[in-house]
DNA sequence: CGATTTTGACCAGCGC
DNA sequence: GCGCTGGTCAAAATCG
């Protein structure tokens, strides 16, 4: 799908195409994009009837490109402005501009539907942990501290240190206005992803048998996610004691952290987030000082940053990140969060389907691989956490550089992809638009390349398993 | 006056 | 055990 995008280019740009036509692809696509907010708007409402999108579609494609050959025929005087035959013109640049549109309003629905599954997980989320509690407090308090006094050690402090709604009243809050825990059962999606996190933290107890013990290390799990216990409370010591794993692997199950470069004069990039700095120090090894700052967006969201200036070059600020928000964000700060989110994930669950459950580190690397060769991301594994490198300087030259080093560009852009996924990554992309505006040409290239190569996939996978 | 920043003290992890 | 380093805390200072 690409190529049509390509190929729409092409026809407007022809050299004996008039200057309308280029008009005419530049209105076009304004329009396209004021129809698809239009149509997704509506399509939205006429969703929850599950009906009537796909006739919608059909309408509006139809009157865009009728609007569009009229505006074509009238701007060139009703005469041919396109080499060859006019009326196979006219059908290709028909069929471009409904193909266009198709591609531009299947990809809103696809985004809007992960928003709504991710949306429905962490609200789903809360409440499982919400349920975990309640079983815990009932039976499995019982069953932990009795296996605790076997095995000579203290409870794990998680539920003793106030639980949930002792520490954090909003959480509690959002607990009791959250969904029915079978209304969001019966959604397909967040069962399967439901799915998927349960057989992980049964694969990973899959050798001992204690109930207790897997409500135990799930409800941790999940508020170490949450970023409820404390940092002085190592996970790496947690998993330590429960689950025997080889030291190698253990010692990756540590906080992923999402390092961003960019160039940038400022002391921060702004991410759209509210920070407080906590403190600051000075870095073995770099002449500028380190500074940490916590998100007070929330009252007890466990994200931190910490902002520093690269020794090398003073004009790359580098930025990590560190946890997920445990609150909304708004529009601007969420492109960054999902970015810092995403990478976090892969780093740590992205792999899990493994069959010992942890991180299959040949997988990290490749994709390290893939980014490091243009110094786009790289993964760090001498760092005390795993951290992923995304660096946003290289664009400049890259911009700037041939159209061949661009479709370099693009293709690693795009094995990235294929290891992490599609959200995420087009999250990726939108967050180094907010870090750095000159990325924009560069990543609209790539964003149009993923869009269509997703169109593909998705016809693709309707033709063959049409499952998904 | 509340929010934010500064800055020295403190703590934990790690290597020797 | 000791020292180094990274990270956090909290009181004081500063800002709006």
Same mark, same amino acid.
């Given at each position: ?92 640049? #028909?069929?471009? &501009?409904?193909? $266009? ?8 629905? %696809?985004?809007?539907? /992960? +928003? =709504? ?105 999940? #508020?170490?996610? &949450?970023?409820? $216990? ?8 947690? %998993?330590?004691?429960? /689950? +025997? =794993? ?111 459950? $942890? ?110």
């Amino acid at each position: 799908m690409a190529a049509t995008w390509n190929d729409a280019i092409a026809v407007a740009d022809e050299p004996t195409a008039s200057h309308s036509n280029s008009q005419l692809m530049s209105f076009s696509h304004k329009r396209l994009a004021l129809d698809e907010m239009d149509f997704f708007a509506e399509n939205k409402k006429t969703n929850q009837d599950d009906h009537g999108d796909d006739h919608q579609m059909l309408h509006r494609i139809e009157v865009n490109v009728d609007t569009s050959l009229d505006l074509l025929t009238k701007n060139t005087g009703g005469k041919r402005s396109i080499k060859g035959d006019g009326d196979d013109e006219r059908n290709e640049l #028909a069929a471009l &501009l409904a193909e $266009l549109q198709d591609m531009n309003a299947e990809n809103l629905r %696809l985004r809007e539907l /992960v +928003d =709504q599954v991710i949306n429905d997980y962490n609200t789903l989320h809360l409440q499982l942990i919400k349920m975990m509690q309640t079983q815990h407090s009932h039976g499995g308090e019982q069953a932990i501290e009795e296996k605790g006094k076997k095995e000579g050690k203290v409870p794990r402090p998680f539920l003793e240190m106030g639980g949930f709604g002792g520490r954090d009243k909003a959480f509690q809050q959002s607990l009791e206005g959250s969904k029915n825990l079978v209304e969001l059962m019966e959604n397909k999606n967040v069962q399967q992803i439901c799915t998927t996190r349960d057989n992980i933290v049964l694969e990973r107890n899959k050798d001992n048998n204690s109930k207790a013990r897997i409500m135990e290390e799930s409800t941790s799990d999940q #508020a170490f996610q &949450l970023g409820w $216990l404390s940092n002085k409370v190592p996970r790496l010591n947690y %998993l330590m004691d429960h /689950v +025997d =794993q080889p030291s190698e692997t253990m010692s990756i199950i540590k906080k992923a952290r999402v390092s961003v470069r960019a160039r940038s004069e400022s002391s921060m990039i702004a991410d759209g987030c509210q920070w407080r700095k906590y403190g600051q120090k000075m870095a073995k090894g770099n002449p500028y000082p380190r500074a940490y700052y916590r998100c007070t967006m929330c009252t007890g969201c466990p994200v931190r940053k910490q902002v520093q200036r690269c020794g090398e070059d003073r004009s790359v600020l580098i930025t990590t990140y560190e946890g997920q928000h445990n609150h909304p964000l708004p529009p601007t700060a969420k492109a960054m969060a999902s970015t810092t989110s995403a990478a976090a994930s892969m780093l740590l669950s992205g792999s899990m389907p493994s069959a010992d459950g $942890l991180i299959n580190p040949t997988i990290l690397e490749s994709a390290a691989l893939s980014y490091s060769h243009n110094n786009m991301a790289t993964l760090s594994s001498s760092a005390p956490f795993p951290t992923i490198t995304l660096d946003l300087t290289q664009e400049s030259a890259t911009h700037s550089s041939s159209s061949h080093q661009q479709k370099d560009n693009l293709s690693l852009l795009n094995k990235f992809m294929s290891v992490s996924s599609f959200t995420d990554s087009v999250n990726a992309a939108t967050a180094a638009i907010t870090a750095d505006p000159n990325f924009t040409s560069a990543l609209v290239a790539a964003i149009t390349s993923i869009i269509g190569r997703s169109h593909l996939n998705n016809r693709d996978t309707n033709n063959t398993s049409g499952d998904q």
